[in-house]
């Protein structure tokens, strides 16, 4: 592929952006300063993949700076040892603020490993057996499942034109790791649609979506 051309400006892009997925991954934490610090060179590490006439810069941007934002958590609490009789931790990790000494940080290495999964690209079959949906429902499902993030940006920004959508989408609150309730009240508001209208559009994606090897129960 050959190499990405960044806009003008596209420093105050990355740090802007980075300031806000900070605050919405893990506010008033050194994980957050972190991300601050290496989104500007991870952005320029990353610029080959950028192809400015299949997609605007800030969508892939975002794309680029979240999947960071997750790498960096995920080996943060990797690092984390935690003694389970007693639930205290055998060697102080950087920052105890982002997670609690309880045992839920389980979970949560589940949830962040589950998003980052979410991110393996989809194959073109995967994207063929996807497009049995109609576009408004595919965009919905894979919204909240997490799934655009495995989707080629330029493809992606097709179904969303087909659709009927602006990006960037789904909004950058949208979170499918966490409560689904609370993420289709979020897509609902962004496409000025009823919560049971979001719901239904999911729940028929669901057969197909099944047709995945990463289809997960859980969403539904």
Not at 131 to 146: C, F, H, M, S
Not at 194 to 219: A, I, N, W
């Amino acid at each position: 592929m050959t190499e990405g051309k960044l806009p003008n400006g596209w420093e105050q892009i990355v740090k802007r952006i980075a300031q806000k997925v900070a605050q919405q991954r893990f506010p008033r934490t050194q994980l957050a300063a972190d991300l601050c610090v290496d989104a500007v060179s991870h952005v320029w590490e990353k610029r080959e993949y950028f192809d400015p006439d299949s997609g605007q810069f800030e969508p892939w941007c975002y794309r680029v700076i979240t999947n960071l934002a997750m790498d960096m958590l995920r080996h943060f609490l990797r690092r984390l040892e935690i003694d389970g009789p007693t639930g205290t931790f055998k060697s102080e990790p950087s920052d105890l603020t982002l997670v609690t000494v309880d045992g839920k940080w389980q979970t949560e290495q589940r949830r962040v490993d589950d998003e980052l999964d979410s991110a393996v690209p989809f194959k073109c079959d995967e994207l063929a057996h996807l497009e049995k949906l109609p576009p408004l429902r595919r965009v919905i499902a894979l919204a909240l499942t997490g799934w655009w993030r495995a989707v080629p940006p330029s493809t992606w920004e097709q179904w969303l034109h087909s659709a009927g959508i602006d990006s960037p989408f789904p909004p950058p609150e949208c979170r499918p790791i966490y409560d689904f309730s609370e993420n289709v009240s979020l897509i609902a508001q962004r496409l000025g649609r009823t919560v049971d209208s979001v719901r239904q559009h999911f729940y028929r994606s669901v057969p197909v979506l099944r047709g995945l090897t990463r289809y997960d129960p859980y969403q539904s």
